[in-house]
């Protein structure tokens, strides 16, 4: 018999291990062994056995952190997109080969287990996924970080396309997501919302307010855990669900008033129904703010209850605990934490207000004046009586402090103002309290301190800094691109699994034709893979030796795929024109979803099906380009469409995007960005040099210097562009898209062309016909992509996650 190598009987006895721990967990759950069980029942038990481990290393970590007092960080957004769970929390415990091989032996693809899991339905785009990529990394790096959200029932929607339009279903991803979330009903809270504020004066004198004759939500706490890649830590995501106190009427029940008795409860819970409603009404408006409060409110008081049961004081709060805003959602942190620390522990206005300001941080994720959040007054004062009484003591003091900076100057303070023209802005709010105020990129950042928070910034300079966004690169790389993983451990090591700036020492097979030839193989094969998918979902064949050109977001008009897709119908025409022409075949590929309430960006999906469905149907054109747009776009298609990119669209008008992260998901995967030098897009191309992007376009400052001069898009339309605008109209696509070509030549709709498509069409063309000469030069563009790859270290989530912690949270 031969001698066993020792490595390979710790694997045998791993996964014979964690068989045996599966099959108790199946007779414990369902009373079958792991060779009888259905393949549904395998999945939950898998996922149980999972969260039981992480339960349990969280419990050891909470254990540590307490014997040594360490300071706690409290994430709060709106949005977590954190994608499946199963094979990201295998892998991050290292136990994903011994699971694959132990199922292996009873005939089970652990594959087809990851497929049965939906995405948690906790998020829509580059913020959520921001906050996931944030609690991974700082999981890993072993800093005690609690993120804090809503355990939306149905998500944001699933996304079908009928007739070229974008319909919403619900998305019920807890059918099999629950298994990951653990409620605790014993810690639900009680969350105040209407009512009247009453004051007095106490027997000893001291001021009293208390909120009476309001409705209460009851909120339930479910953590879902989060694992770190190769750490003794795990966290949790505290996500909370909305109900009444006493669910059931049973007086009307009794009367015969069915409807009625359920009816309450019924509205209780639309708080944490859906996330993102419609509010293009006064209900979602309403409804939207529920949410908001619920989740600040239900936070803060676990916060606090957490940190008293500690320290029996609330003196040293900014000490130990750092609190979070992620974007202006949670922004009512503010005013809250103010209410529980006055109107429930007894605190004067003074000590709250510096507990308060050096407690909390903010994260602004947006230059864009219209998505910072303002909330009517007397929606605000009806459903948060309390609430807008201190927002308005807060603006008072606020006034009375700038006047003093700023004297006489009431524009400037007007502008400042927390409460002004019947709104409270939930963004000077943070400015007024936050000690740390930080962008997501450099250019953002600059915009910040010098354009829209720069009279704030004057006040206190020191208080904003930049922290460029980072991306969870082990799930975006290392679990998302195996092939490429395996390839990268054999030539340059395994230390880039730990540190991502490793990553670099791929820059020694630069030009090394071997190793070019290498990913060039790699990424074919991920092309096949994406190619099967579409061939699936899509009925369209694509051909994996064409250029993959990908664009997948959030559909919003400053990202602008409607420029994207003018583009494609332009080398329609040239293909038209000139049928036998020598063409590299290109692949368009669009994922995205629009706000169910946003009528332009759902005009670009149809533009985009439409057009999609008159080019793959041309003999004429069809070999040489096909436009594919793939519905309901979320994390785990992400993830197989990433590693197959050749290109990546990062296009936005220039001084709009605050940083994107897509682009360096698609960077580290060997995928060239075309872009403006817009958002992290300035970073990439510090990083990779001129000669490994496609730039055009406007800069930042001279598209505001065109806003200054005065804009008019008819001064830049191109013959090219416009005999393609004229398709729009003419009904050639099946359809007419009138409303699109007003949007950008008139003013019929507001200002013409609000995010520069016509003015930068010309340079953005240029920079595609470059991108088809370097695609035509293996060697050249083989070197772009291997560059991309050993220079995408930077923007791992470890550095900004390390970053927050030295300089926002203070953390040892």
């Known amino acids: 018999m031969k001698n066993s190598n020792p490595k390979d009987l710790v694997e045998v006895q791993a996964y014979s291990d964690l068989m045996q721990e599966l099959n108790a967990t199946l007779r414990r759950l369902f009373g079958v062994e792991l060779k009888d069980a259905a393949e549904k029942q395998i999945y939950r038990a898998l996922c149980i056995l999972v969260r039981n481990r992480l339960t349990e290393k969280n419990n050891r970590f909470n254990k540590r952190c307490k014997e040594n007092q360490t300071k706690e960080v409290y994430y709060m957004s709106m949005e977590f997109l954190v994608g499946t769970n199963l094979r990201n929390n295998l892998y991050n415990l290292g136990i994903e080969e011994a699971c694959r091989e132990g199922l292996a032996q009873y005939g089970i693809n652990v594959d087809e287990l990851y497929a049965l899991e939906p995405d948690a339905g906790l998020g829509n785009g580059g913020l959520g996924r921001l906050a996931s990529c944030y609690m991974d990394a700082a999981t890993g ?5 609690t993120g804090f959200s809503i355990r939306y029932e149905f998500g944001i929607f699933r996304q079908k396309i009928v007739d070229g339009w974008q319909m919403e279903f619900p998305d019920n991803w807890l059918e099999m997501g629950d298994v990951w979330l653990r409620p605790r009903q014993d810690d639900a809270v009680e969350v105040k919302f209407g009512g009247q504020v009453q004051e007095w004066v106490d027997e000893t004198g001291k001021f009293r307010v208390a909120q009476v004759g309001y409705n209460a939500v009851t909120a339930v706490p479910h953590d879902m855990f989060i694992s770190g890649y190769d750490s003794e830590s795990a966290n949790r995501l505290i996500l909370w669900s909305a109900k009444l106190p006493q669910s059931f009427d049973m007086a009307a029940f009794s009367h015969g008033d069915y409807v009625r008795a359920l009816e309450q409860n019924a509205m209780a819970e639309t708080i944490s129904k859906v996330l993102y409603p419609a509010d293009d009404h006064i209900q979602g408006k309403r409804l939207r703010l529920k949410q908001q409060y619920l989740l600040v409110s239900a936070s803060l008081q676990s916060i606090l209850r957490r940190h008293f049961k500690k320290y029996h004081t609330y003196d040293n709060l900014a000490d130990k605990v750092a609190i979070h805003i992620n974007d202006t959602h949670p922004a009512l942190c503010v005013p809250e934490l103010m209410r529980l620390l006055m109107d429930e522990q007894g605190y004067g206005w003074d000590e709250a207000w510096a507990i308060t300001c050096k407690t909390l941080s903010y994260t602004n994720h947006t230059v864009m004046s219209e998505a910072l959040e303002r909330w009517n007054v007397d929606l605000f004062r009806e459903q948060l009586p309390r609430v807008y009484s201190i927002c308005q003591e ?76 980072g991306i969870a690169y082990r799930r975006w790389l290392c679990q998302s691109n195996p092939l490429l993983t395996e390839y990268l451990t054999d030539i340059i090591g395994d230390g880039f699994k730990r540190d991502a700036q490793e990553l670099e020492k791929l820059l020694r097979y630069h030009d090394d034709a071997t190793v070019l030839q290498n990913l060039r193989q790699i990424k074919r094969q991920n092309k096949v893979r994406l190619a099967n998918l579409i061939a699936k979902r899509n009925g369209i064949r694509v051909d994996p030796d064409s250029i993959f050109d990908i664009q997948i977001k959030r559909l919003h008009e ?11 119908l332009h080398l329609y025409c040239q293909i038209k024109d000139k049928p036998k022409g020598d063409y590299v075949p290109r692949t368009f590929i669009f994922a995205a979803k629009a706000s169910a309430g946003y009528i332009r960006a759902k005009q670009i999906i149809s533009l985009i099906c439409a057009v999609s469905n008159f080019i793959n149907n041309d003999p004429d054109v069809r070999d040489k380009l096909k436009v594919v747009f793939i519905e309901d776009y979320k994390v785990s298609l992400a993830e197989i469409i990433i590693p197959a990119a050749d290109i990546s669209e990062q296009i936005s008008v220039a001084g709009k995007e605050a940083s994107g ?19 992290a897009n300035v970073e990439i191309h510090q990083q990779v040099g001129d000669e490994n992007i496609f730039l055009f376009g406007m800069k930042a400052h001279e598209t505001e210097e065109l806003w200054q001069r005065g804009y008019n898009p008819n001064e830049f339309l191109t013959p090219e562009l416009r005999r393609v605008l004229d398709m729009l109209t003419s009904g050639v696509l099946g359809q007419r898209f009138d409303d699109l070509v007003s949007c950008l030549l008139t003013n019929r709709f507001g200002t013409a062309d609000p995010y520069m498509t016509v003015a930068d069409f010309a340079d953005y063309a240029r920079a595609h016909r470059d991108i088809e000469e370097t695609y035509r030069n293996e060697r050249k563009f083989g070197n772009m992509s291997l560059t991309n790859i050993a220079k995408a270290g930077l923007f791992s989530s470890d550095r900004a996650v390390e970053e927050y912690a030295r300089n926002i949270w203070y953390l040892k």
Not at 558 to 568: A, E, G, S, T
Request: net charge positive.
């Open 558 to 568: 400053y990202k602008r795929q409607l420029l994207n897709i003018l583009h494609v």
């Open 661 to 679: 992260t897509g682009n360096m998901k698609l960077m580290i995967n060997g995928a060239v960005t075309v872009g403006t030098l817009d958002g």
């Open 141 to 145: 790096m072993g800093y005690s970080v």
């Open 394 to 469: 807060i603006n008072r003091r606020l006034i009375e402090h700038l006047n003093t900076v700023y004297p006489g100057d009431w524009g400037k303070i007007d502008y400042m103002a927390v409460i002004a023209n019947n709104e409270i802005r939930m963004a000077n709010l943070c400015l007024a309290a936050c000690h740390k105020v930080n962008g997501v990129s450099m250019l953002h950042t600059d915009i910040l301190r010098n354009g829209i928070f720069r009279d704030y910034c004057k006040l206190a300079p020191e208080s904003f800094i930049n922290v460029t966004n």
